[in-house]
């Protein structure tokens, strides 16, 4: 099975900045596209951020562009979110996945591939 540990959610306040990691505990991620989804209650889950396995390639939705920076550590199975300048529109659930062949814009567009448990990320004074 492919499985994950998210951590780094909480509440912070418009304008503060949150990490998010989530590792690997069943797998090994060098192989995968990884991405970030968040979803806010009664909406569809969006493609956050998306890095490519091979080259690094990152694609991130218009929304959190300039704001968020996708990483990953595959030396220590992990892959990160770096979050700056949030709103309470960035408020939702934040899931990580993975997908196998797959380029950073084609995992981002869609829901697809292993997802985690996800951790809350609330935005709000």
């Known amino acids: 099975q492919l499985k994950f540990a998210e951590s780094g959610g909480g509440l912070v306040q418009p304008g503060g900045s949150l990490r998010l990691s989530c590792a690997a505990t069943?797998?090994?991620?060098?192989?995968?596209?990884l991405g970030w989804f968040r979803q806010a209650p009664g909406k569809e889950p969006e493609g956050v951020a998306c890095?490519?396995?091979?080259?690094?390639?990152?694609h991130y939705t218009n929304a959190v562009k300039g704001r968020f920076t996708i990483s990953r550590d595959n030396a220590v199975n992990t892959v990160y979110l770096q979050m700056i300048s949030l709103n309470p529109e960035d408020t939702g659930r934040y899931y990580c996945?993975?997908?196998?062949?797959?380029?950073?814009?084609?995992?981002?567009?869609?829901?697809?591939?292993?997802w985690g448990q996800g951790t809350q990320v609330t935005v709000s004074r």
């Open positions: 069943t797998f090994t991620l060098e192989h995968y596209t």
């Open positions: 890095i490519r396995n091979n080259d690094g390639q990152t």
């Open positions: 996945a993975a997908r196998i062949f797959s380029t950073a814009q084609e995992m981002c567009s869609q829901p697809k591939g292993t």
